[in-house]
């Protein structure tokens, strides 16, 4: 028998335990740990909540969940309930799906005045994550940044911009579409330091931009590059640029306007005690698309800005980090013997949730090229006894089940739930 510890319950968590079960058949039991007592990670606190159909994939992690073999663990926090190196003691492979929860920095003057937030705490706070319930964006001025120009962006930027209206049949936080409907933005700068053939955002997201009901987007026709250069892009890349050029085109006017600003690089944040406006500076791209500043600088008037810039994987004690990448240091998911990293916490924040799927069918071919036999280590069992000691209680599935259900049975309207915004509400739910 092996025994198997994944950290994390996102993603990458499942697709690697789907994957043990494939490589080790009735020979593996995986156990999914979470510091949250709630599972999917990613899935529940990243995906915007008017996206819930990309949610959907949590019913194939559920089918997961639910098998003999695998087990969620939840409300149990590596390096605070249990240290790494007793995982390792106790399963003979532990695997770090903890993703890339934290901000990357905005290494500039200001950036930590109030109203200038991170996307992880941004997201994570209208997803209803415990830790960023009680954020309170300011919401009272009529501007609004938002730094980068990438997927995240978009769904922050749409978020904004949405009428209360638009988000039927989602589940965002309650404590956010109260603070949203209040909102007074009116003009959103989505502020990226390159160009329109630089953008990481995918087709599909950029074009729900040009469907809102209370926004439209703005794109200055002057920033896009001659049309027959799109001829040359990767098809995804051409299809976002189209979209481009069709808000360039657009006539429509609407209370809110999203602003694509390009070639325009953040350089300093001002205000007396808050954020009252953001200064960037021009850039000019050389011929590897690196950009440059040009010395020329204007001012947006905001009271939030919200940089949306990519994120980093926190460290864990006694594990092998690279600075540099923001990632935990590894070759092909192998971090050192018998511990493993999969997902964002192996290759850094990039892809879509399906880029998951082979990377936790890679560390599972790994693990079982590197596990010979029975190691007689215990996994479960000693897992259960040691946090017993600790006064630990763990959540399982089925507890999440019974969270899950009451979340289901208190929402209203269209929407498929109502979540449990702090831990102690979802311990509650369990009734105990
Ligand atoms: P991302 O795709 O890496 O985009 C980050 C953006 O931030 C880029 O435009 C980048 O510009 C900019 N940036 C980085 N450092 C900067 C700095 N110091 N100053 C100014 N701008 C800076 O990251 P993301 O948007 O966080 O998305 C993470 C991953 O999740 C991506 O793979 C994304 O596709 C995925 N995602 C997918 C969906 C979806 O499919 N619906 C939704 C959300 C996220 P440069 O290019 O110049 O570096």
Redesign the pocket.
């Known amino acids: 028998m092996r025994h198997i510890a994944v950290i994390g319950s996102g993603p990458a968590g499942y697709y690697t335990a789907e994957a043990c079960q494939k490589a080790f058949h009735d020979d593996v039991r995986v156990d999914i740990i979470d510091r949250l007592p709630v599972p999917y990670g990613l899935i529940r606190f ?3 909540p008017d ?1 819930q159909s ?1 949610k959907a994939v949590s019913k194939r992690y559920e089918m997961v969940a639910l098998s003999d073999n695998v087990r969620f663990v939840g409300n149990v926090a590596v390096g605070r309930d249990i240290s790494i190196a007793e995982l390792q003691s106790l399963y003979d492979a532990v695997v770090i799906a903890t993703g890339a929860p934290r901000d ?1 920095a ?2 500039i003057p200001g950036a930590a005045l109030p109203g200038v937030i991170g ?1 992880a705490a941004f997201v994570g706070w209208y997803n209803g994550h415990p830790e960023f319930a009680d954020l309170a964006p300011p919401l009272s001025h009529t501007g609004a940044v938002v ?9 922050v930027a749409r978020i904004l911009s949405k009428t209360p209206h638009e988000f039927e049949g989602s589940d965002i936080a309650d404590h956010a579409l109260r603070v949203l409907s209040a909102s007074q933005v009116r003009r959103i700068a989505l ?4 160009g329109p053939y ?3 955002m ?1 087709p ?2 950029l074009g729900e931009l040009g469907h809102l009901e209370h926004a439209a987007p703005y794109v200055d026709p002057d920033d896009l590059p001659p049309v027959a250069g799109d001829a040359a892009l990767e098809a995804g890349l051409r299809k976002s640029v189209g979209h481009l050029r069709q808000f360039a085109a657009m006539t429509t006017k609407r209370p809110v306007t999203v602003e694509f600003d390009f070639f325009s ?2 350089v300093a944040i001002e205000g007396k005690d808050k954020v009252e406006r953001l200064i960037v500076e021009r850039t000019v791209l050389d011929s590897n698309q690196v ?1 440059h500043g040009t010395g020329e600088t204007y001012a947006i008037d905001c009271g939030l800005i919200v940089s ?4 980093t994987t926190p460290p864990i004690e006694g594990v092998p980090y690279d600075d540099a990448l923001g990632r935990f240091a590894n070759v092909d998911g192998r971090i050192a013997p018998g511990l493993y990293a999969v997902g964002w916490a192996r290759r850094g ?5 399906g880029t998951n799927r082979p990377d936790g069918y890679m560390i599972a071919e790994t693990i079982a090229a590197d596990i010979a036999g029975d190691s007689g280590k215990q996994g479960r069992p000693a897992l259960d006894s040691l946090l017993a000691e600790r006064g630990v209680e763990i959540v399982t599935f089925r507890d999440w089940q019974k969270i899950e259900a009451a979340e289901i049975a208190r929402a209203q309207g269209e929407s498929p739930r109502k979540k449990f915004t702090h831990i102690d509400e979802m311990i509650a739910a369990l009734n105990r």
């Open positions: 990243g995906v915007a996206h990309i990357r905005l290494d996307s730094i980068g120009h990438g997927n995240v962006a978009l769904d502020v990226g330091r390159r630089q953008i990481a995918t599909k997201e690089k953040p950009a949306c810039i990519g994120y924040p990039t892809g879509t949730i």
